[in-house]
């Protein structure tokens, strides 16, 4: 899947082969854009940085880090996470939080830090052809 974050214009966009993408929601009125695959990229990388996180606590932490900040409300988060945990690149395994709830704990896997490694070396070469197009664009 390609991966990024869908901030370009109309006319890039056009460019692009990519059909589906995800809204979520911002703290402005505009909307941030995400392609699907984006968001898989983002929870990877967090889960491979962080070690394991319940949904809650990832979420909470990528809205922390992300400028502008980006709300991920559970019907864009919990369909990202099913998604890598049948892909096999995440496993997710129940335990008590802090706070002594049930909460399920997701981990990235051996594969899915191979799937980490490809699609950042796509969402890289994606990057650059984006850069391309923007500067050609005047």
């Known amino acids: 899947m390609i991966s990024y974050v869908h901030l370009t214009t109309e006319r890039i966009a056009a460019k692009l082969p990519f059909e589906k993408t995800t809204w979520m929601a911002s703290g402005s009125k505009d909307r941030v854009e995400l392609l699907q695959g984006t968001l ?22 990528l809205e922390q ?28 395994t129940w335990q ?17 830090v191979r799937g980490l490694e490809k699609q950042t070396e796509r969402w890289r070469r994606l990057a650059g052809l984006v850069d391309k197009l923007l500067l050609n664009e005047g």
């Not at 929870?43 to 949904?55: I, K, P, S």
């Not at 559970?74 to 997710?92: D, F, H, S």
Request: no cysteine.
């Open 96 to 112: 008590r939080t802090e706070s002594n709830r049930e909460a399920k704990y997701y981990a990235i896997t051996k594969a899915g």
């Open 40 to 61: 898989d990229l983002i929870v990877l990388r967090a889960l491979h940085t962080m070690g394991a996180q319940h949904a809650y606590a990832l979420a909470a932490r």
């Open 65 to 92: 880090v992300a400028e502008p900040s980006l709300r991920l409300n559970q019907g864009t988060l919990y369909p990202a996470l099913v998604r890598l945990e049948q892909k096999g690149w995440i496993k997710g």
